[in-house]
């Protein structure tokens, strides 16, 4: 996996994040939860995003939700604590699969990720912590010159 398909982060990325994931917020009636789903029960198995993390040090969002013209997922995003980690933007025709892929950042341990479905609002998995699956966050940081 690459995390082609990411926005880059860099703080200005992470200030207009912050913004669209805002708006999205800001609109939503409530956010749905795996251990809370409110109004949303019967359709979490297709909006409760699933994370999978990759021994190369990757992490993988997947939302099972169909992307057509009519009903699709408009957004991705993860976020560690407040700091939004990566946004993915979807168009339906041209993201077949609702999915985000990005590298994981030094120190990061646990992450929440979010989607946003046109028809059913924000969705939010349980809080998940990566494996370390044998990787040195220390030595990520400062790599080794």
């Not at 996996?1 to 990325?13: L, R, Y």
């Not at 609109?27 to 029960?41: P, R, S, Y």
């Not at 609002?121 to 370390?132: K, L, M, N, R």
Request: one cysteine or more.
């Amino acid at each position: 996996f690459n995390a082609d398909n990411a926005m880059s982060s860099s703080a200005g990325d992470e200030k207009a994040w912050r913004a669209e994931v805002g708006k999205l917020l800001a609109e939503a009636e409530h956010v749905q939860k795996t251990w809370d789903a409110g109004k949303g029960i019967g359709k979490e198995g297709k909006h409760v995003p699933v994370i999978v993390a990759f021994a190369d040090g990757d992490v993988k969002v997947m939302v099972g939700h169909c992307m057509t013209a009519e009903h699709w997922i408009t957004h991705i995003w993860v976020q560690a604590g407040d700091a939004v980690l990566a946004v993915k933007k979807l168009t339906p025709g041209v993201d077949e699969k609702p999915e985000l892929v990005f590298a994981r950042p030094a120190g990061v341990s646990e992450i929440v990720a979010y989607e946003h479905c046109n028809q059913h609002g924000v969705w939010a998995s349980e809080p998940f912590t990566i494996p370390d699956l044998g990787r040195d966050p220390e030595q990520e940081a400062n790599p080794p010159s």
